[in-house]
């Protein structure tokens, strides 16, 4: 376990390597489909993926102007974010790095977004791909928690990490065998959420990169309705909708709300569209809860002395 500080905060953040043995996978594909045992690009969520769909699965589907710069990347062991110099904080927006003047209260991290400086949850800015969580910190006096972003075991090509280990998603069918049937119901269950639950992080945790520009009193929970529809069950074809509504009254969601989730989803459904193949269904839709705590601009003033 190593901590890296890539300029996104001054905040004690850990990868934790999967040591773990994947008891439960299943081997990788075969009887025919030996080009999916081996990847030349990227692997995300189970599926060889080009550089290009692997990055913008990093940043979750944002848009750059000209210019403008990404601010995450896949990296050897997963999606990272942009290293800025000492003492600069990345601009989730524009990928630059800047000073930031400012400072923000106990569990909450400044950065730069479109050049203002806002503070985020700790747990908002952990890279995708990677599940946030907290561990005692012995280094620490205040009795506090630091914050891990652990990467989930690494599975076969073909698989997924579940939190039940590693699920096979790709079979060989008898009569096509180089042709493969990819289990959507499973991989849109672990991408976006179980139906009616929470949202996965991979989901939920971009919609603060894209929608911290707005300063958010208080709690928001969004319901949403992700639906996949692969004609002919073509995975190539594979196309992605999502709506959204207020948790709560079932109002409508604020409109930049919903676009950065539809981008989200589009990043996570260019994964699936790299299998080609057949799906084990033609369509599913899946209702998941995205709650995001308040978005507030820094402070000014000097940070309360903590007792």
């Given at each position: ?43 995300v ?14 940043e ?15 990296g ?66 205040d ?22 280990g ?8 008898s ?27 991979d989901?939920?945790?971009p ?33 992605s ?67």
């Amino acid at each position: 376990m190593h901590s890296a500080d890539h300029g996104v905060a001054h905040l004690t953040v850990y990868w934790v390597a999967a040591s773990v043995a994947c008891l439960t996978c299943l081997p990788p594909v075969n009887g025919g489909i030996k080009s999916r045992t081996s990847c030349s690009g990227e692997v995300v969520l189970g599926a060889c993926v080009p550089v290009a769909v692997a990055d913008a699965y990093c940043e979750a589907g944002q848009t750059h102007s000209a210019g403008q710069g990404a601010f995450a990347h896949m990296g050897p062991e997963g999606c990272v974010f942009r290293e800025c110099p000492s003492g600069e904080h990345l601009d989730i927006v524009t990928g630059s790095c800047d000073s930031a003047r400012g400072s923000c209260d106990e569990g909450r991290t400044k950065v730069l977004s479109h050049g203002l400086v806002v503070c985020l949850p700790n747990e908002s800015l952990c890279p995708r791909g990677t599940i946030d969580a907290y561990a005692a910190d012995g280094a620490r006096t205040d009795g506090g928690q630091t914050q891990i972003c652990s990467r989930p075991v690494k599975c076969p090509l073909g698989s997924i990490a579940t939190p039940h280990g590693c699920v096979r998603l790709v079979t060989a069918q008898s009569d096509e065998p180089l042709h493969p049937r990819i289990d959507i119901a499973t991989w849109s269950a672990e991408a976006f959420g179980p139906h009616g639950g929470q949202g996965s992080p991979d989901l939920c945790r971009p919609l603060y990169w894209a929608t911290s520009r707005r300063a958010q009193d208080g709690h928001l929970s969004v319901r949403f309705r992700v639906a996949i529809v692969v004609p002919n069950n073509d995975i190539s074809q594979v196309r992605s909708s999502v709506t959204g509504t207020l948790a709560g009254d079932g109002g409508p969601a604020p409109p930049g709300i919903v676009d950065a989730a539809s981008r989200s989803v589009a990043s996570l459904v260019e994964t699936l569209r790299a299998w080609g193949g057949d799906a084990s269904t033609a369509a599913i839709a899946s209702e998941v809860t995205c709650t995001l705590q308040s978005v507030n601009e820094a402070s000014l003033a000097p940070p309360a002395p903590s007792r």
